[in-house]
């Protein structure tokens, strides 16, 4: 039972802040560690809940994805699902304890990457069009990817800022395709992940139907949320005690 509290309140929280300002991974891959699922099946399976948000979002956005830059669609979403294999198996390919060291540092990066969010986008906003050729672009698309595939904290961020900086201008577009490369992404790890039986579907299960309800609740809510700052600054500090606790643990 408790087992269960715990998983519906961090799956809840996790899918309000993925809704409103992102970092739920913060919440969702701690408490399965913290229950006593090991740390790769507790990122393949945080990976499985994350994917149905998503989704939704991929679809949200739908009407504004369109190529910029030197590379068409079809290329990126060839690359980005080739990076996500080679990330899947890497995961696969780590012994345990190999993982549970590299653990802290892919939260650190996660926080870092998500604190640093706003000025990324800022920077993105006021930049032109970039001038990086096909095969430049494609290999930091294959790059995020893999990092994707590995471990799913921060990756919105970093598809964000590899966007634009192979050409991509419209923000709007920007958001859709991360969110469509997000959900590909998910869905080649997961199912590389559950092939190889990593997945704690009973927990997966409570998880996946907390965030979805928490993300319904946080979308309902959001636009109402004045002070996305300090928000901002809380999911930062839980990002760092939770890559403190990994680094003492």
Same mark, same amino acid.
């Given at each position: ?19 409103v300002?992102?970092g739920?991974?913060?919440?969702? @891959?701690?408490? $399965?560690?913290w229950?006593g ?16 948000? /998503? ?16 590379l068409?669609?079809?290329?990126i ?16 390919? %780590? ?10 540092w892919?939260?650190?990066? #996660? %926080? ?9 986008l800022?920077?993105?906003r ?5 001038d990086?050729?096909?095969?430049p ?5 294959? $790059?995020?990817?893999? /990092?994707g595939g /590995? @471990?799913n904290?921060g990756?919105?961020?970093?598809? $964000?800022?590899?966007?634009g900086?192979?050409? @991509? %201008? ?23 992940? #559950? ?11 409570v998880?996946?139907? #907390? ?5 319904v609740?946080?979308?309902? /809510?959001a636009?109402?949320?004045r ?5 901002r ?7 760092? %005690?939770?890559t403190?606790? @990994?680094?003492?643990?």
């Amino acid at each position: 039972m408790t087992a269960t509290l715990v998983l519906v309140v961090a799956g809840v929280l996790a899918g309000m802040l993925n809704a409103v300002a992102g970092g739920g991974t913060f919440l969702s @891959f701690p408490a $399965l560690v913290w229950l006593g699922v090991p740390p790769i099946m507790a990122n393949a399976t945080a990976t499985l809940t994350a994917m149905p948000g /998503y989704m939704g979002s991929a679809w949200a956005y739908r009407g504004d994805v369109s190529a910029e830059g030197t590379l068409r669609l079809r290329p990126i979403v060839a690359i980005a699902a080739a990076g996500g294999l080679v990330g899947a198996g890497l995961l696969l390919v %780590t012994p345990g304890d190999a993982f549970v060291g590299i653990v802290p540092w892919l939260l650190l990066a #996660a %926080t870092v990457l998500f604190a640093a969010g706003p000025r990324l986008l800022e920077a993105i906003r006021h930049r032109g069009s970039g001038d990086m050729g096909p095969v430049p672009s494609g290999l930091a698309i294959f $790059l995020v990817s893999v /990092y994707g595939g /590995y @471990f799913n904290g921060g990756l919105g961020i970093m598809l $964000l800022a590899v966007l634009g900086l192979i050409g @991509f %201008t419209n923000l709007h577009g920007m958001n859709g395709l991360k969110n469509a490369l997000s959900a590909l992404l998910s869905v080649v790890s997961v199912a590389t992940y #559950a092939a190889a039986g990593l997945i704690a579907w009973n927990s997966a299960l409570v998880l996946a139907v #907390a965030t979805t309800v928490g993300g319904v609740v946080g979308a309902r /809510y959001a636009r109402r949320i004045r002070r996305t700052d300090l928000l901002r600054a809380g999911i930062v500090a839980v990002g760092i %005690t939770m890559t403190i606790i @990994f680094f003492v643990a």
